[in-house]
């Protein structure tokens, strides 16, 4: 048996799961080219209903019509960013969650001055980054090799809590052992795999479940937590799945096909959150 | 026994395949970022050679060697729409086809202003959308609500004819059962599976099929029943593969294997045209 | 037993491997939007870390992290190709290697120019492409149509080798039998599959890992003929891996699976260099 804070976490994400698979929500994402085509199956297989407009003459419209505005950086630019800020802004007005994924922050100045940006003007209610990319936004002296890294768990519980409490958001470290704070609250969620780290997209698709559960669940932190969580769940299931031989390409569909099959008992009974 | 038009229709669709294989014509797309992997990837499963090339600079040139040009507004900007106004004049010039995938026409004004540009200054021969983006050009008072919606087969009817009369080309409706209509015929294809709506790109692939097909058939009306069809029989084929515990990931690749094994007996034996 | 300089290429290749999954070098893509992922995931896969970034401001300082630099002109636009001149000259000043893949030369004039420009400003360190493309570099009279073509080895052999003396380079041609020719050297690759043929990206994903080899081999010419003969080595066992009724959608994630999986015991028993 699970108790407590736990155990509430874990039930209420749980019902979230039926809950996106009846509402659909449209997810509006803004987000790199490399890995558009992954979030945006991650999200139907989670029961959403993915878009990807980038245009600044069209963007303000679009996520007029989203639950959630998913903003990824991971290969923005000059036409991107002003389209970033522009839906931003409009989801602000109309109390659309905006969930930020920094990717690369910190890698180049152009990244972490646009991710210091979003966050300046646009407020946005959950940032989801690796360690390296969080410990830039919270100003750590550190620069990010890359867009992967490990995490490790109590320096991403010290940075995650330290953000959230200067921006008043939810900040979520993703590594080994997956953190989530804000609002007072701290999560550690042990879910996962080791192969997510051999596969791109990982840090975005999880990013997008992020989004989708924060469309239909007003409690943020619970959002974030489910996202991850769930990704984390099915990167377990893929990897069991696996047969003698396959690798890292067959781990890919093996991810889309957990997601898709993800049920409210799996959630229950899988889930490693404290 | 299948008898009359629908044994021509298949027929011809059926004897359409060898002949892309032969022939592999060079399918110029002009497309989102989101799905133009996986439309590569069906044009070339089928027997064709796609390319995307969305420069203004350098689409005359490109689509000069085409057979067909697909213009898919998936995630179009002001670069790429000059790219495809500039690529359909030519291609209008040479006498290829241009199929016209209106994603999200509905959604956004600058969406629905482009596909209407698109079929007022280059009279697309083939346009293939949902239920709601077609209303959307048919000039029906409707939103659309993201770019998934299931289509209901007699407004699809109407609102198919209607568009097609209106505009002297073939217009094609994707949905739950699909229906083609232009040059005073009208057909209903009932191939396909729900889980087309649980991917990304399905309605992408489909266009590009459609492109591949019109490449080597003069016969528009008859191109764009076939890359319907293919399609529907793929989704089909790729649902009865499903192994169990799979899902939508599984799903994804088992449609471009169903393609590339596509024969003109599959065609025959299990295309349901009327 | 195989012998001499062939051994020797074979050990320097193999030895390679574990080195890659050892020191993880950071790969900077300037690329195209159809085959990011396939590059991003192949590059995972050897043991690699991708990243794609193509903003003019950015490129200069996300290249200074990184072991090698991917140029692929598959979908060029105006700003991309002023981010690989940035990103090319700055690769330069640090001694980073720089890998060319000149899709489509010869299809169109600006991809043509394009190429012929980086060659002049940045002098990469190896030119991957097939036939046509590398033809066409090397001023014979030849018009490409699209992107695939099967190599003759012969014609491949004598423009490789007289495309690398003008340059002072390493010039690599695909096809049927890769070539890779350079600094007085000649090899022929006989691995490889004519599914490859079939899938879009496998010459993307083949410069990619061209890239990742020369990131961590000093020796450009073996760097060059590492990155093709794994591509080949993972493309016939991922063919001998399909399953009855698997076609290409399947053929796709058994490529990276074997490169996932790829030791150096199976490249000295596989290769078949010369």
Redesign the interface.
Known sequence: MKEGREANLLETVSMAVPNIRKN?P?IHHIT???????C??IV??AGG???????P??VE??VS?AGCLVINI??????TVEAMLRAGARARERGAPIVLDPV?AG?????TRTAERIIRELSPEVIRGNLSEIRTLAGSAERT????STADASQAEEVAGRLSRELGCIVAVTGRIDVVAGGGRLSLIRNGDEMLS????GGCMCSSLVGTFCAVMPDRFAGAAAGILVMGVAGEIARE?LLP??????Y??????????MSAETILARGRVS
Chains 1, 2, 3 share one sequence.
């Open positions: 659909r449209l790199n080219y490399v890995t558009a085509n992954d945006a199956n139907l297989a209903s993915p878009v990807m407009a980038d245009d003459e069209e419209e679009m019509l991971g290969t923005l630019d000059t036409r690369g890698a180049t100045g152009m990244r090799l890359g867009v992967d051999r596969i791109t997209g799945r031989g396959e690798g890292t390409g067959s890919r569909f093996r991810i889309i096909d957990a997601v898709s099959r």
